[in-house]
């Protein structure tokens, strides 16, 4: 059995500390390992430092962060939501990972606080109207269509 797979089954009991191994997993392993490894970190308060830097790390492949938004989100609702608010609204993102953070807000988000927002709200108003990412504009546009208090 590979180490890989070794960790990854360690890693269904959540009694043990297994999360330095998974950090281990996600340095070394391949993207399949890394979005793994993020998806059982969920599991651990002690990774939301980890969760969030992947979130937001560019240079690593749109599956790992979309898993390490939602275990973020998961283990840290209010951080992911800051730190998703961020990425929403970032032009220079990518846009999948955009997406996810848009829809992740307006519908698992906690409703009072992304609205409430205004200068979030004016920024997903923008992104509504920039035809340039036409899948995260189509997001914006329902997320303000939608807002509760519409």
């Known amino acids: 059995m590979s180490r890989e797979r070794a960790i990854l089954l360690l890693a269904e009991d959540?009694?043990?500390d297994n999360l330095p191994y998974l950090?281990?997993?996600y340095r070394e392993g391949d993207e399949t390992a890394r979005t793994e490894a993020v998806r059982h970190m969920a599991s651990y308060p002690e990774a939301r430092t980890t969760l969030e830097d992947v979130l937001r790390d560019r240079a690593e492949a749109g599956d790992v962060r979309r898993q390490s938004?939602?275990?973020?989100?998961?283990?840290?609702p209010e951080r992911f939501e800051a730190v998703a608010k961020e990425i929403a609204v970032d032009a220079d993102e990518d846009?999948?990972?955009r997406t996810e953070?848009?829809?992740a807000l307006?519908?698992?988000?906690?409703t009072e606080?992304?609205?409430a927002d205004a200068d979030f709200v004016d920024r997903v108003r923008a992104v509504g109207g920039d035809d340039r990412a036409p899948q995260v504009a189509r997001v914006a546009r329902q997320m303000l269509?939608?807002?509760p208090d519409r």
């Open 145 to 147: 269509d939608e807002r």
């Open 113 to 115: 606080r992304v609205y």
């Open 106 to 110: 307006a519908r698992l988000g906690d």
């Open 14 to 16: 959540d009694h043990l």
């Open 95 to 97: 846009q999948e990972v």
């Open 69 to 76: 938004a939602a275990a973020l989100r998961y283990l840290a």
């Open 23 to 25: 950090r281990e997993l």
């Open 101 to 103: 953070c848009l829809t």
